[in-house]
């Protein structure tokens, strides 16, 4: 038995499927997806025409979120088309992130060769998932803008051959334009993984007096960084639709 500091950067394999590496932030990750879709189906089957508080509450959330993406996006069809993306994105983090500091969580698992393997890892602390969803918003962006604009009219954003000038600009948006994968999984991954670190090292020092406030603190910072992450999605999709003229 050690004793110290472990801060473990990759995510830790339990065991496999099929040569599928099944580690503990993706079982994670699987429970809160269960969880997401079994609460949605017991409020789906609660609700009433003349809504309770709880519904009232969503509804008015939603509402709002709606009408706030319909003035980004100019667009309330384009709105109401992207809404259950960002809306989706959110909660997913913003439930994930939550859950990080629940008992349990990290605590319990099991004992290889003398090492701890904890069950549950949030997976937001593993850059396999951050990227993963920094991927999904990627691909999104990218056929949105496409599909509205038209191929060619969208490559004319990134592909400049009128002037040398026109042409460094439109590389400057290309490599800026790939970096959002890089951005969006590490901004997402390096806040959350850092508030972990910080909170056990203040757990080892000061374990009664630092802990319960990091943790709420933390758990404000990951609904805000889930918040980050949906909208930061729905600006760069307003910038995919935007007419290359008017966006420069």
Partial sequence: ?????????????????????????????????????????????????????????????????????????????????????????????????????????????????????????APTTDLNFTLALAIIAFF???????????????????????SPIGFAVGLIELVSNLGRLISFSFRLFGNIFAGEVMVLVASYFLPYVLPAPLMGFEMFIGLIQALVFAMLTLFFIKLAIMDPHEAH
């Fill in 1 to 121: 038995m050690h004793e110290g500091i472990s801060v473990v950067l990759k995510a830790e394999q339990l065991g496999s499927v099929f040569g599928f590496p099944i580690t503990n932030s993706l079982i994670m990750a699987w429970l809160v997806m269960i969880l997401l879709f079994v609460g949605a189906y017991f409020f789906s089957r609660s609700l009433k025409l003349i809504p309770g508080k709880l519904q009232t509450a969503i509804e008015w959330a939603f509402e709002g979120a709606i009408g706030y993406m319909t003035e980004v996006l100019e667009s309330e069809k384009l709105a109401l088309r992207f809404f259950p993306l960002v809306a989706s994105v959110f909660i997913f983090i913003a439930f994930i992130n939550e859950l990080e500091f629940f008992p349990g969580i990290g605590s319990i698992g099991l004992t290889r060769a003398s090492e701890f393997l904890p069950l549950l890892r």
């Fill in 140 to 162: 999104t962006i990218e056929i949105t803008g496409i599909v509205t604009l038209g191929l060619f009219k969208y490559a004319g954003k990134y592909v400049n051959l009128k």
